[in-house]
């Protein structure tokens, strides 16, 4: 943000609609995160622009087809985060298998019995990565070190590219549900993937299985998890 303003840029944090839209009217540029939604009336309004650049992964939040109507380019940086994806995928794999949150919060209460924090390790577990695409194959990569086995399914790819990350991809959804010890979620929010981890995908897992989605919330229908994780 600091290179921006140096070059006579305006920068805004946590404006409002009517902020967004007073601003927008004369940009030729518009560059946004995750949490500005970029609508088609905030895109109406724009009568100069010309690109909406996503400093970041996906453009979910971008109307897209209202740009488009427009002749406004929509761009984004997919691999800007793909490297610090992987490392909390390893670190959220890591303090579930060691009950690290939990065994945190028992120290706090003046407690201590490590026999309830024992955990698991995860050399000989199977990882399973929906979508191997870039955050999926780094997470991958380090996952070898772990001594694990690495299953996923992503109908875009390969066997050559699985082959050469020593991953196994699988048919279908259902088989890695069933086979993985940790599921981790990587896919786009779309209408196909919206609510693609359920009720019944839910029931499909382990027992003891562990659930990482790195990707868009909306992957996994809330509700249904809840359900799942107080039976």
């Not at 940086?77 to 995928?89: C, G, R, Y």
């Not at 955050?135 to 694990?148: D, L, S």
């Not at 010890?181 to 981890?197: C, F, K, W």
Request: hydrophobic residues 45%; charged residues 35%.
């Amino acid at each position: 943000m600091r290179k921006l303003e140096e070059l006579g840029e305006v920068v805004l944090e946590d404006a409002d609609e009517e902020g967004l839209r007073r601003h927008v009217r004369d940009a030729d540029a518009w560059v946004v995160r995750s949490g500005t939604q970029v609508t088609r009336e905030l895109i109406e309004e724009a009568e100069n622009l010309k690109v909406i650049a996503r400093a970041g992964v996906g453009v979910d939040n971008i109307d897209v087809e209202a740009a488009t109507e427009r002749g406004i380019v929509v761009v984004n940086a997919p691999e800007s985060s793909s490297i610090s994806v992987a490392e909390h995928t390893m670190s959220l794999m890591l303090v579930l298998a060691r009950r690290i949150p939990q065994a945190d919060r028992s120290v706090r209460r003046g407690e201590w019995d490590r026999k309830l924090f024992m955990g698991v390790e995860l050399a000989g577990k199977v990882l399973g990565v929906i979508e191997l695409g870039r955050i999926g194959r780094q997470v991958a990569k380090r996952t070898k070190a772990f001594e694990m086995e690495v299953i996923a399914f992503d109908p875009y790819i390969s066997e050559e590219v699985a082959e050469g990350l020593d991953v196994e991809l699988v048919e279908d959804l259902d088989e890695l549900l069933r086979r993985a010890d940790v599921v981790t979620i990587y896919v786009p929010l779309t209408d196909e993937t919206q609510g693609m981890i359920g009720e019944r995908e839910l029931k499909l897992m382990k027992e003891s299985a562990f659930l990482i989605n790195c990707a868009r919330g909306e992957v996994v229908d809330e509700e249904a998890l809840v359900r799942a994780c107080s039976c």
